[in-house]
T-cell receptor, first 114, second 115 residues
Framework: AQSVTQLGSHVSVSEGALVLLRCNYS??????LFWYVQYPNQGLQLLLK??????LVKGINGFEAEFKKSETSFHLTKPSAHMSDAAEYFC????????????FGKGTRLHILP | DAGVIQSPRHEVTEMGQEVTLRCKPI?????LFWYRQTMMRGLELLIY????????DSGMPEDRFSAKMPNASFSTLKIQPSEPRDSAVYFC?????????????FGQGTRLTVV
């Protein structure tokens, strides 16, 4: 069965600094990987996804993530943090064509310091 | 499209009462998921349907929980009887499965409080 580990339940960065949110996954088949963002009192919104092909994936709001099979990682980055990036971020995995089930990590709350 | 629609947005009920949460997926989507979000356990998958058929309900915590999908445009999650530990935000999500895509679109959630 697939699983996701997000390192750090809280991450704080200064405005303008690099954002790095870590995600490691486990999957018995080639995975589909996702990053979602959740703002307070709202549902989850897709930031970006990896299915096949190019391992560096670009998403909305300047975020990107790189699929590294050898490291079973899918870390999320953004070169320069903005105050509006403060939210909770979830990494998720599915077993692609084999199974629709999408399993989420426990989330990382991103704090932006002025 | 209006997106995934959940109702009610908030529900407060007394312990022992029956609670029914409702979800209307995005038109044309063929998979539907129910998740529960709590501070302690994060976002847990309770059950998911494909083409209205329950595929995996291993996340349903106990027999007090049941879910149905009578047609492609409607699903319910029922808790009977409800307990205070069921207090959480319940999300419904839907997706259209293709060979290259299984991303889920989420509703706004139902915040359930059992007192």
């Amino acid at each position: 069965a697939q699983s996701v580990t997000q390192l750090g339940s809280h991450v704080s960065v200064s405005e303008g600094a690099l954002v790095l949110l870590r995600c490691n996954y486990s999957s018995s088949v080639p995975p589909y990987l996702f990053w979602y963002v959740q703002y307070p009192n709202q549902g989850l919104q897709l930031l970006l996804k990896y299915t096949t092909g190019a391992t560096l994936v670009k998403g909305i709001n300047g975020f990107e993530a790189e699929f590294k099979k050898s490291e079973t990682s899918f870390h999320l980055t953004k070169p320069s943090a903005h105050m509006s990036d403060a939210a909770e971020y979830f990494c998720a995995v599915s077993e692609g064509i084999r199974d629709d089930k999408i399993i989420f990590g426990k989330g990382t709350r991103l704090h932006i310091l002025p | 499209d209006a997106g995934v629609i959940q109702s009610p947005r908030h529900e407060v009920t007394e312990m022992g009462q029956e609670v029914t949460l409702r979800c209307k997926p995005i038109s044309g989507h063929n998979s539907l998921f129910w998740y529960r979000q709590t501070m302690m356990r994060g976002l847990e998958l309770l059950i998911y349907f494909n083409n209205n058929v329950p595929i995996d309900d291993s996340g349903m915590p106990e027999d007090r929980f049941s879910a149905k999908m009578p047609n492609a445009s409607f699903s319910t999650l029922k808790i009977q009887p409800s307990e205070p530990r069921d207090s959480a935000v319940y999300f419904c999500a839907s997706s259209f499965r293709t060979a290259m895509n299984t991303e889920a679109f989420f509703g706004q959630g139902t915040r359930l409080t059992v007192v």
